[in-house]
């Protein structure tokens, strides 16, 4: 909550002072009209008055008469009314003491599915549900959920491959909350020189292992008759470090997700061999193939559960934000990212934004939990993970059906 700033203060006694003076003024104005007789009446009765004091021996003082008395008095209500309400429209207002917003850690990063939380910060909705954020950058999703683990971020958007990955080590200390996007179409497999995937066998393939394009690679190659552990060489590389191994030649193809995969598109005869909506994933359950997913520090939720849901309503008021103002968010995200307006467009066109009410569809075995299991099972697979996780456990599905 938030009170009056001094600029308004010294309006509301400003208008006060006037209001008095105008007051005064009306009153000497009618005083004049009543002509100079009365004036001279009220002379002679103070003169008496003061010789009377006199010859007792008081000390005389000015007296004030039942006007000037009665505006004082008015003067005193004014001055004791509340200050009106001035705070700002992104914040909630409120006449009484302002309370310390509670301040939290978001785990981000450059990806545009952080958009909310750019959002909700520029538009005041978590400072209206009480909350201060405090965003930081992580290189990955895997780093993320290491920051949740060891609370030092309170809630995180972030790959779906990193969360299946720490819940098949058993590492519960985080809560899978939801399912806020789908947003296929924004990573892709891009060559120079390389005409097709299976044109890739023997090459060297950058993209940054154990995320979502490690299994759009994998499903891509499969598709094309080719083994990600046989047939390609993987040059494991974060974020625009897959595009520097391309452009270089070091590497003859890479993968990543946007804003990167717009920079390995805008390479010289760069050509995009697929991307996740090429993939079996997309086809059965019409995501990508590490969709993201929203996370938070368990020992943060379970302190106090309903100051988790606050934060996590007002996460999603920002999520429906972001789906009900396209326009507006591309702003936001433009101002955020260094991109040109183009990629960015083109790339929050490829995003469904879904919200609190959203999520008992999402987390279903028709959607997010059908997909989470074939996706474990891939990466069981792969070698990357041991077993399938029994990631219903690290869920809050129940906080959708109150």
Known sequence: ????????????????????????????????????????????????????????????????????????????????????????????????????????????????????????????????????IDRRAFGGSADRINALIADNATFASLGEVAMLAAMASERRDFYWVGSQNIAPGNEGLVSVGVDSVEQLAGRKIALYQNTSVHLTVALLLRQAGLDIRRDVEVLNAPDSAVVDLVRSGEADAGAIWEPFFSDLRALPNARVLGTDQDTSIYHRYRTMTGPDVLCASRSWVDADPERAKRLFRAYFEAVEWAQAHPVQLTEIVLAEVRQPRAAVEAALHNFRWIGWNGQRAMLSNARMFGQAQEVSELLVELGRIRRVPSFRDWTVADWYWE
């Open 1 to 132: 909550m938030t009170v009056c700033r001094a600029e308004s203060r010294r309006e509301h006694y400003g208008a006060i002072r006037r209001w008095l003076t105008g007051v005064v003024v009306l009153g000497r104005n009618e005083m004049l009209r009543k002509g100079t007789a009365g004036s001279a009446f009220e002379e002679r009765r103070v003169h008496r008055r003061e010789e009377m004091s006199q010859s007792r021996g008081e000390t005389s003082h000015p007296r004030r008469t039942r006007s000037g008395f009665w505006i004082q008095c008015v003067g005193i209500l004014l001055l004791a009314t509340p200050l009106p309400n001035c705070s700002r429209g992104d914040e909630p207002s409120s006449s009484a003491e302002p309370v310390e917003l509670e301040r939290v850690v978001y785990a981000g990063s450059a990806w545009y599915g952080h958009a909310p939380v750019w959002a909700g910060q520029r538009l005041g909705i978590f400072r209206k549900h009480g909350f201060q």
